[in-house]
Structures are given as C-alpha cells and as structure tokens.
C-alpha cells in the first residue's frame, strides 16, 4: 500500500519552531508530480487544512488561520514535502498529517487526496 512517512514532530515550548517532513512510502512515488498538503487535528476535534502546494508548485494555498506562520515546500531531488511552523501556540497542539494527489493542483479539501500519512505528533508546551 502506498502511504506517505511523516516526520519532524515532538514537544516544543511557545514561540518556538517546527519543520514537518513528508516522504512516500518506500519511495514508492515521485513528490514531483504530485500535489501535496497538511493537514492537522487537534485533540478531540475535527481535521483542518493546514496548506496545499500544487503539483506544479505554481499554486499554494494557506488557511487563513495559519497565514504568515506556516510555509509549505517541497524538494523533488530529496522527495520530500516539508511544512515549517513557526510562532508556535499551545492551540497547535494536534497530529499532523500530510496528503498527496497525483496531477493535484492544491485544495483544502481532504477528498482531494487519496495518500495519507500515519500522523505527526506536535505538542506545544507553555
């Protein structure tokens, strides 16, 4: 089954700064030609979109929310997507999880995707 290896999560204090990694499976398909996004959800709460990067990486799409404190990437040579958190909050504290959708051009919507990461934990400690 092809899934998505999330990495990067762990305990930080506020104010601090977190790099989200996301690779295939295996390196079972190429990050290039896939759109990819992220994706978190808080205790008890539902999943939010996060960002989403188009497959051409032309289009990127950030939730209101997190404007100016996350900025989604990728490097096709690593083939990995990555999502930089910075001003972290204790409010930030969810699993995250990374999405991928071959030709994707970039939604917030979570049925757009059909690769989905195990989940990264993130707590943010104040």
């Known amino acids: 089954q092809v899934t998505l290896v999330g990495s990067g999560g762990g305990l930080v204090q506020v104010g601090g700064s977190l790099r989200l990694s996301c690779a295939p499976s295996?390196?079972?398909?190429?990050?290039?030609?896939?759109?990819m996004a992220w994706f978190r959800q808080p205790p008890g709460k539902e999943r939010e979109f996060l960002a989403a990067?188009?497959?051409?990486?032309?289009?990127?799409i950030v939730a209101d929310s997190m404007e100016g404190r996350v900025t989604i990437s990728r490097d096709n040579v690593k083939n990995t997507a990555y999502l930089q958190m910075n001003n972290l909050k204790p409010e930030d504290t969810a699993s995250y999880y990374c999405?991928?959708?071959?030709w994707g051009a970039g939604s917030r919507s979570e049925t757009s995707y059909h690769i989905w990461g195990q989940g990264t934990q993130v707590a943010v400690s104040s």
């Open positions: 990067d188009g497959w051409t990486g032309g289009r990127t």
């Open positions: 295996g390196d079972s398909f190429s990050v290039s030609t896939y759109a």
């Open positions: 999405a991928a959708e071959l």
